[in-house]
């Protein structure tokens, strides 16, 4: 009876050693299948990312056959917006330069429209003939100070250098100002009435300073600026003649500067009407930018294809439904001032290409703060990053194109809520394909040469 009950212990034994053995291997070989299918679903991620990705050549490159993918990704576009998540930053300014060539060269770009004064931007190439006149002058006296640098002067370098063949036109389409435009008006409008001419002087001094202040004017000293203001341009307008005379070249001068003055008066007379909060201050500065790109291209520049250079946050769309999170704050808030892109009418936008500009690491000059700073603070991305997707790229300089692209699981990102970073430094919540229509990234970046102060 013993060895019976023996035997039959062995055999149960047998037969659980048997049981437990296949459950670890079908354990196993389950895991390795799931291993190898996340892995699978992993890669071809990443192989449709490659696949779909343009590789883009170093700014020092003079090969730009790379860049004929934009012969098709531009076709039926007029206009073209170039982006940039934060001023400073070597690499975005000396690809943009290249792009522009690019553009100008081969797709027949013809006008560069800078986030600079629109009058100060015409007023400068007017002067382009006179002695000591040099691309860094053109430079200095057109865009802000947060461009000022080695690399952007490449920009105006090749504006001077095609003048005489195929023009590539300067303009600009921001309502704030360098001291150039009153400068020039100044000076020539001593000729006909020195006394006025100092009172102007006067007048442009205090609106720089105080137009995008968060005061209110008292009735007296808006009609000082209603009043002067139109008196410069009865003046413009009595002496047209001489100034298309001296300026023959600028045919659009005349109107440009009438457009300038008209602006002046407008902006203050907007602004004092608002409850002239920052927001309000920023919501009228992109307003009339967009209504600045309106009249640049349908007066100025009719049928032209221009490109439109300036940060990421005025060239984007749907930018109140972007979620931020600046200094020092713990919770995401909405974005509540439409950019100047978000408010174009919808036959412009689909004349349009805008391209955000994003980096994965690096260090970069912010004049916000006047200081040097690591990418994201030197820290590593997150996975639902629009950095950490896009520096799956195996290239150095990438190009993405969201317009027209074909839904699957590897490229849902392009159509979620996810995370990119403004500034350099502040995460934002956005859906790249309502924001953009294509995404140049760059891994590493460096701060930007430059020639100027910084502010």
């Not at 849902?412 to 995460?427: F, N, V």
Request: aromatic share 14%.
């Amino acid at each position: 009876m013993i060895e019976v009950l023996k035997s039959k212990e062995r055999s149960s034994l047998k037969r659980y050693k048997i049981l437990f053995l296949s459950f670890i291997a079908i354990f196993v070989i389950g895991s390795m299948t799931f291993i190898g299918y996340t892995t699978s679903v992993s890669n071809r991620k990443t192989d449709w990312q490659v696949n779909n990705s343009y590789k883009i050549n170093l700014p020092s490159s003079n090969d730009y056959r790379d860049l004929n993918f934009l012969k098709k990704v531009l076709k039926g576009k007029q206009f073209v917006f170039l982006g940039e998540s934060v001023h400073g930053v070597a690499e975005y300014s000396s690809s943009k330069v290249r792009l522009i060539k690019y553009l100008h060269e081969n797709l027949g770009y013809d006008v560069i429209a800078f986030e600079s004064g629109l009058g100060d931007a015409a007023v400068t190439p007017a002067c382009m003939n006179t002695e000591g006149f040099n691309s860094t002058v053109f430079m200095k006296n057109t865009i802000y100070g947060v461009w000022t640098s080695t690399e952007t002067r490449q920009l105006f370098d090749y504006i001077l250098k095609t003048q005489d063949t195929n023009p590539l036109v300067f303009a600009g389409f921001d309502v704030q100002s360098l001291s150039t435009f009153g400068n020039f008006m100044t000076s020539w409008l001593k000729q006909f009435n020195p006394e006025y001419a100092a009172l102007f002087s006067k007048l442009e001094l205090d609106w720089r300073q105080g137009a995008f202040n968060e005061q209110k004017l008292d009735d007296k000293e808006l009609k000082r600026f209603v009043e002067g203001y139109n008196q410069a341009i009865s003046i413009v307008n009595q002496h047209s003649t001489e100034l298309q005379s001296k300026y023959s070249k600028n045919a659009q001068l005349k109107q440009i500067i009438i457009q300038t003055l008209t602006e002046r008066i407008q902006f203050m007379e907007r602004k004092n009407i608002s409850n002239t909060t920052f927001d309000d201050v920023n919501s009228l500065r992109d307003k009339m930018m967009e209504e600045n790109i309106l009249w640049l291209s349908k007066v100025v520049y009719p049928g032209e294809k221009i490109i439109f250079w300036g940060h990421n946050q005025h060239i984007r769309d749907n930018n109140t439904q972007i979620y931020y999170k600046d200094v020092g704050q713990a919770e995401f808030q909405k974005w509540t001032t439409k950019s100047m892109f978000q408010d174009l009418p919808n036959e412009f936008k689909k004349k349009s290409y805008t391209i955000g500009f994003y980096m994965h690491d690096g260090k970069f000059f912010s004049p916000l703060d006047n200081m040097t700073h690591q990418v994201n603070n030197g820290k590593s991305f997150s996975k639902n990053d629009l950095e950490y997707i896009l520096n799956n790229s195996k290239y150095d300089y990438t190009f993405i194109n969201l317009e027209g692209h074909t839904k699957n699981n590897f490229n849902s990102w392009m159509d979620q809520p996810i995370y990119a970073h403004t500034q350099g430094l502040h995460p934002e919540k956005l859906t790249p394909s309502k924001t953009y229509d294509g995404i140049f990234f760059i891994k590493h970046v460096t701060p930007q040469d430059y020639i100027q102060s910084k502010h």
